[in-house]
């Protein structure tokens, strides 16, 4: 674990780790990876309930996996960009609406996707959910989801799920433990 804080500028060996000197960046006995999709998709690939041993389970994981990050979280993050770093700014007033209609348009194909199903692949929890559950929380507090009981319901499921929690306690401990950020 490495804790970077977002306001000063990475160090010149993070950039070999991430060139893009984003988070997250994985290291392990075998691997050096950047992106999130990247990690998810090498930590389950052994692992059946995030990427199926079927070849077409599997396939379908892989590709709502790569919908949360290419098909989702592009509008979710031009919302996060606007209310974080251009809060006040008259561009973002005047480009937040249609951020807000983009993204309205996005849940709402999802929300038919999901359907009323339990997961995005049925009843089966995937590498997909996780992925589509963490590009969710993107939007947490702003009310856009309150509309599509499904995604709510759906969000609430993945993240009561006992690996999500363990995950999200641990990443909270780690913050908590080290105190003030250091690159």
Known sequence: MRKLD???QRSADYYQE??????PSYRD??????????IVLHIGRNCETLLPADPAARARATTW???ALNSVEPFLMQL????IFAAGEEWAKLRRPG???MIDKRL???SDALGDKAYLDGERFTAGDLMMTTVLRIIDGKGLLDRYFNLVAYKTR???RPAFQAALAAQIADFEERGPAAA
Do not use: H, K, W
């Not at 991430?18 to 988070?23: A, G």
């Not at 006995?29 to 990247?38: H, Q, Y």
């Open 65 to 67: 996996l790569i919908a």
């Open 99 to 101: 951020v807000i209609e």
């Open 6 to 8: 977002a306001m000063t």
């Open 108 to 110: 709402s194909r999802l």
């Open 80 to 83: 996060a960009t606007i209310d």
């Open 18 to 23: 991430q060139p893009f000197c984003q988070v």
């Open 29 to 38: 006995d075998t691997v050096s990876l950047f992106e999130s999709g990247a």
């Open 158 to 160: 993945c993240q009561a």
